[in-house]
């Protein structure tokens, strides 16, 4: 009976032109953005997604590429979302601000995300989508699973923390407001950028770097295996000459700030657990 | 002793029949004259001559061996070429300039050495350029580049001068200084086949002379015999009169004679 | 060799290793000179030392290597074509070059070796000069030479990005500066080795080409007449300028105008003649980059500036000046 007043009530808010009602879950959910497609495919159930956006199924940017395989996609152009004809469209912090302002204009429901660059921020993300997709026992299990990696992540820590930096191509880093900053932090690490005052965009040329000498250098190349001048960069004797280590991490965790996040947490974790272990007494 | 001999030479250019089975010969001491109306041929002889183009039919043969089989150092050594309206891309110094009619001489990382230098500075003397040894030879003067030219050809030190209008834009005085240099090259042993306008100018130098008409050489000998005025009315289809004076023969202008084909003419 | 083209020659060996320290010393990093010398000397495994040895070595060797090639080319093409205006960027060899290399070097054709990039960037050189003479004819005006240098260059360019937007590579795409541009930052020793022999061979072409040149400057008929094989001069100037710029480009990226400049200044001190030129066309190219990729470094804080951008700084606008300098003498 619930089910048939929630039904009835969606159906005058269609036909009100779209404007959902608060205690109506969407049935017709677009994402048009990588990192709210993450979010959708984990909380929402299967019959609510309508479509997601063409990245969902890389397997080198999208943690869910598997689960969003059979589903429809799309390029995140106006025209095709309205054909859609959605309840819901969840928009990121890259989205074309015209097509969002359009699909707006048109009386649809577009909720922006913003770029989660440290857990707290992913926790009030998760628990939002969640609330706007009626799952919110769902979001509350993802947090609580991401929380527990994080504290057994962060139970051993020592009091001298080694230094590590994210290493980009061209010498790009990222120092304190960055989400590389948040998983080096939450996995024991000293961030080399933020010692040095950098924001979240930085450069440190080659030669500063080997001047450093950070125990731990880390970058995003973990799954692109095809030839560029940024793999290549990688094969620079001055980077396999240094005495620290290199942890290539899978691009997905660079791409967007999300529960599985504390997977990459992990692995930074992991090898700051090796690096301890080796440390002269 | 050489002799250039050209037998039958057939040459088309774009197509077109420039020269049909033409045959003379040049040897050393000759001072020939090349004359002929605009088009007729004598800038494809010259060419031909020189191994620049390669004739349809026929042989140059120079010594008896073929002038287009010997090795082209080898043919630059024996043959030297002066084309009309030669300048320099570039203001090198004229001194330069001259020096490199020794380059046939010289094996490619070869520096020039003192019998170069002495060449160069017999040619440069013997065209009267030697004060101009440190001028850009952009900056010339008609008259001194045709000088200067002349002098670049005659450092390479080769017997066989072919020299294609050489006097064509200047003015009596250089005229006469350049045909004296050749004339002065002839008699010192070397041979020399020159394209020129001025029948005037050929007959007072030339020990003999071909006239190219029509594809073909219409005569060849003493400018004496061939410049008369039917001869001249027929190849040029000018109406001359000729005086002798001082024991030198001068072509006089009256008129044109109407050709039988009156039109523009053709692109050589 | 005269005395004043030997003294020519010394004062530019002698900038060029005075830019050439002056390039060991510039970086990031303080380094003094003798912690530099000792890098090179007795090298270990200290910081100082890798900088040095892998980071400042390869880039100071390149820069010489590369603008002695493109200072070369240009000083042979300039003779060849017998136009002041002509060198490897502005007849598009050069964009080309990166084409051949980026297309290999993305799709993976090259298979895991290096050493195949320069090849595939002389490939695309030839084509290049090939479609020059094809489009502008051998006795080019400046304009034609001009008009099909831009035409390939353009088409080579944008070829260029084609390629790397179809790369599978998500970096692919951020790094078409580096072809278009040019850039000697972080290569390394694999990448001066790769390069330097491709590059010497073109060197040995074009420097033979030094008599044949100064013939040609009097026109193709009196070159012959003086027994220049021009079909030999032809092939081993497109050969060597290939062979040079090819693998130039295919470590370094296009770098422009190095080779208009470099033989347009010497070439007053050398006489205005073209065999001359060529051989301290090479010491002034090594110069100009060496010069060039100092005041890089010097300005850039942050991400570099491109290479090519300071070249074109200066090269652009020395090209309209020579185009308007030509124009005024023949109007």
Redesign the interface.
């Known amino acids: 009976m619930r089910r048939g007043a929630a039904v009835l009530l969606s159906v005058l808010a269609a036909s009100c032109g779209g404007q959902a009602l608060a205690a109506a879950a969407p049935s017709r959910v677009v994402s048009i953005h990588l990192c709210a497609d993450q979010l959708v495919l984990a909380l929402a159930e299967r019959g609510q997604i309508a479509s997601v956006s063409w990245l969902a199924t890389d397997v080198r940017r999208s943690h869910m590429a598997k689960a969003a395989a059979g589903l429809r996609l799309n390029n995140g152009s106006a025209e095709e979302i309205v054909a859609l004809r959605p309840d819901l469209v969840l928009a990121g912090f890259r989205s074309g601000r015209a097509t969002v302002g359009a699909l707006r204009k048109l009386g649809y429901r577009v909720v922006d995300l913003e770029f989660a660059d440290n857990f707290d921020v992913v926790r009030r993300q998760t628990r939002k989508v969640a609330g706007l997709l009626g799952r919110a026992a769902r979001g509350e299990a993802l947090i609580a699973e991401m929380d527990s990696r994080l504290a057994r992540a962060a139970a051993d820590v020592p009091a001298l923390r080694p230094v590590a930096a994210i290493y980009q191509p061209m010498g790009f880093t990222s120092g304190r407001g960055s989400l590389e900053h948040a998983l080096m932090t939450a996995a024991g690490f000293e961030n080399l950028a933020a010692q040095r005052g950098m924001g979240a965009l930085g450069h440190l040329p080659l030669e500063s770097l080997v001047m450093a000498k950070p125990a731990v250098l880390i970058n995003w190349m973990g799954n692109d295996p095809a030839p560029s001048l940024a793999r290549s960069f990688y094969d620079h004797p001055a980077l396999s000459a240094g005495p620290w280590r290199t942890l290539a991490l899978p691009n997905m965790y660079w791409a967007c700030g999300a529960w599985y996040s504390a997977l990459a947490v992990e692995q930074l974790a992991g090898m700051r657990r090796r690096l301890t272990a080796e440390r002269p007494k | 002793m050489s002799r250039l001999e050209a037998r039958n030479l057939h040459i088309r250019l774009g197509g077109r029949a420039v020269l049909s089975d033409l045959s003379f010969q040049l040897g050393t001491g000759e001072l020939a004259g090349l004359l002929g109306p605009n088009a007729s041929g004598k800038t494809t002889l010259l060419?031909a001559l020189?191994?620049?183009t390669e004739p349809e039919r026929g042989e140059i043969a120079l010594d008896g061996a073929r002038v287009a089989s010997l090795?082209?150092?080898?043919?630059?050594?024996r043959?030297?070429?002066l084309?009309q309206g030669?300048?320099?891309?570039?203001?090198?110094?004229v001194q330069?300039?001259v020096a490199?009619?020794r380059?046939?001489h010289?094996a490619?990382w070869e520096?020039a050495g003192e019998s170069d230098r002495a060449a160069v500075a017999d040619a440069m003397a013997r065209c009267d350029v030697g004060h101009l040894a440190a001028r850009?030879a952009t900056e010339l003067s008609g008259g001194e580049a045709a000088r200067v030219m002349l002098a670049?050809a005659l450092a390479?030190g080769a017997e066989i001068l072919l020299a294609d209008e050489p006097v064509s834009h200047l003015d009596p005085y250089h005229q006469f200084s350049v045909m004296k240099v050749i004339r002065d090259h002839a008699d010192r042993g070397g041979a020399a086949l020159v394209a020129l306008h001025d029948l005037t100018l050929a007959a007072r130098f030339c020990d003999r002379v071909l006239l190219l008409h029509e594809g073909g050489i219409a005569a060849n000998g003493t400018p004496d015999d061939i410049l008369t005025p039917e001869m001249i009315a027929r190849v040029f289809s000018v109406d001359a009169s000729l005086t002798r004076q001082d024991g030198l023969l001068h072509v006089v202008q009256r008129g044109i004679v109407g050709r039988a084909d009156d039109g523009p003419g053709g692109g050589v | 060799m005269t005395s004043r083209t030997g003294a020519l020659y010394g004062f530019l060996a002698l900038a060029v290793t005075g830019l050439a320290i002056l390039s060991f010393m510039t970086g990031p990093s303080a380094l003094s000179a003798g912690s530099v010398w000792s890098a090179l000397v007795a090298p270990d495994a200290s910081p100082s030392s890798i900088i040095v040895r892998e980071i400042r070595l390869p880039r100071t060797l390149l820069a010489i290597l590369v603008g002695a090639s493109l200072g070369l080319s240009g000083a042979a093409l300039q003779g060849l074509l017998r136009n002041p205006l002509a060198e490897p960027g502005i007849i598009g060899a050069s964009s080309s070059a990166a084409f051949g290399t980026a297309l290999v070097f993305y799709f993976g054709l090259a298979g895991s070796s290096l050493a195949v990039l320069p090849a595939a960037g002389m490939t695309g050189a030839m084509l290049a000069v090939g479609l020059l003479f094809a489009l502008a004819g051998r006795d080019a005006t400046p304009l034609s030479l001009i008009l099909a240098g831009v035409a390939i260059s353009s088409f080579a360019s944008a070829l260029t990005a084609l390629a790397i937007n179809l790369a599978s590579s998500a970096y692919a795409a951020l790094e078409i500066t580096f072809w278009l541009l040019g850039s000697l930052a972080d290569r390394t020793m694999a990448h001066a080795a790769i390069a330097a022999p491709a590059m010497a061979a073109g060197w040995v072409l074009l420097l033979s080409c030094g008599r044949g040149l100064s013939s040609l400057s009097l026109g193709e008929d009196t070159a012959k007449s003086l027994g220049v094989s021009l079909a030999s001069l032809r092939a081993r100037i497109v050969l060597g300028v290939a062979l040079a710029v090819g693998a130039s480009v295919s470590v370094s990226g296009a770098i422009g105008f190095v080779g208009l400049i470099v033989p347009h200044l010497l070439r007053p001190a050398v006489g205005h003649d073209p065999g001359r030129l060529l051989g301290v066309s090479m010491l002034g190219g090594a110069a100009l980059m060496l010069a060039a990729d100092i005041v890089v470094r010097l300005l850039s804080s942050g991400i570099e500036i491109r290479l090519g951008v300071v070249t074109a700084l200066i090269g652009a606008p020395f090209f309209l000046a020579l185009l308007l300098q030509m124009r005024r003498r023949s109007g």
Not at chain 2, 71 to 77: K, S
Not at chain 2, 86 to 93: C, E, R
């Open positions: 060419r020189a191994a620049l090795a082209p150092r080898d043919r630059a050594r043959i030297a070429y084309e030669a300048a320099s891309q570039w203001p090198v110094t330069r300039l490199l009619g380059s046939p010289l490619p520096r850009p670049r390479t």
